[in-house]
């Protein structure tokens, strides 16, 4: 099982990023993907995540102007993020759950930076 995250990069305040995460593996359109993030010295904490139907959710701190998408033909999940603020630089982590096999699994990690 594979997750390649990329798309990460600096831009400025206001900015826009699109972040990509290839999935390899598994059968990606059956599984809820997830991003998550790492600031320095914080502990990583969720971001947004999309269930195999599409259903959605967010941290408070990213609704209205992170959006996360799916392309199951593609095995890649999305996250597009907008209006971006200097609080958003972090290490940007996809993620998913094969429950049947009780197994987790990160993609490496992209790093986002938002210079004010």
């Known amino acids: 099982v594979q997750l390649q995250a990329s798309g990460g990069g600096l831009v400025q305040t206001g900015g826009s990023l699109r972040l990509s995460c290839a999935v390899s593996?598994?059968?990606?359109?059956?599984?809820?993907m997830s991003w998550y993030r790492q600031a320095p010295g914080k502990e990583r904490e969720l971001v947004a995540g999309?269930?195999?139907?599409?259903?959605?959710n967010y941290a408070d701190s990213v609704k209205g102007r992170f959006t996360i998408s799916r392309d199951n033909a593609k095995n890649t999940a999305y996250l597009q993020m907008n209006s971006l603020k200097p609080e958003d630089t972090a290490v940007y982590y996809c993620?998913?759950?094969?429950?049947?096999?009780?197994?987790?699994?990160w993609g490496q990690g992209t790093l986002v930076t938002v210079s004010s």
């Open positions: 993620h998913t759950h094969v429950i049947t096999w009780g197994r987790t699994y």
């Open positions: 593996g598994i059968t990606f359109s059956s599984k809820t």
């Open positions: 999309i269930t195999s139907g599409g259903g959605t």
